[in-house]
C-alpha cells in the first residue's frame, strides 16, 4: 500500500517556525517531482511548493517565497517543508503530493499531476 504521511504540524504564533515532514512508503518516489499544497477553511487547494526529483528545480507561490524552503532525502523517501516567518494566513491544512510523471524538469502546480497526496497536516499559526 503506497502512503505518504506528514507530520509536524501545530499551533504557532506570527514568526515562529515549522518543519513538515512527509514519509513516503509502499514504493520509491526517487524519480517523481513531490511538492506541497495547502488548503485553507473555505477555499480551494493550492500549490505552495515543489522539487523536481533530483532537487535540480524548485517552484514556489509568490506568498511564501523567500519564507519556506522545500527540500527532499530520495534514501529516506522523505520530503520536507522548512517554514519561517510564518503568518496568521499559513493556517491551512497542508498536504504532502507526488506527480504521477516521472523525470520532469519543471514543477507542475496543477492538483491534477498528483497522483498519491497524504491525509494532510494542520498548521494553525495565532497572531
Known amino acids: 500500500q503506497v502512503r505518504l504521511v506528514e507530520s509536524g504540524g501545530g ?30 477553511s473555505g477555499k480551494e487547494r493550492e500549490f505552495v511548493a515543489g522539487i523536481t526529483w533530483n532537487s535540480g528545480s524548485t517552484q514556489y507561490v509568490d ?15 522523505a520530503v520536507y517543508l522548512t517554514m519561517d516567518s510564518l503568518k496568521p494566513e499559513d493556517t491551512a491544512v497542508y498536504y504532502c ?23 494532510g497536516t494542520q498548521i494553525t499559526v495565532s497572531s
Not at 71 to 77: F, I, T, V
Not at 97 to 119: F, M, P, T
Open 11 to 40: 499551533l504557532v504564533r506570527t514568526g515562529d517556525s515549522l518543519r513538515l515532514s512527509c514519509a513516503a512508503s509502499g514504493r520509491s518516489f526517487q524519480y517523481n517531482t513531490m511538492s506541497w499544497f495547502r488548503q485553507a
Open 63 to 77: 506568498s511564501v517565497r523567500g519564507r519556506f524552503t522545500i527540500s527532499r532525502d530520495n534514501a529516506q523517501n
Open 97 to 119: 503530493a507526488a506527480d504521477s510523471s516521472v523525470l520532469r524538469s519543471k514543477v507542475q502546480e496543477l492538483l491534477a499531476e498528483y497522483d498519491y497526496w497524504g491525509q
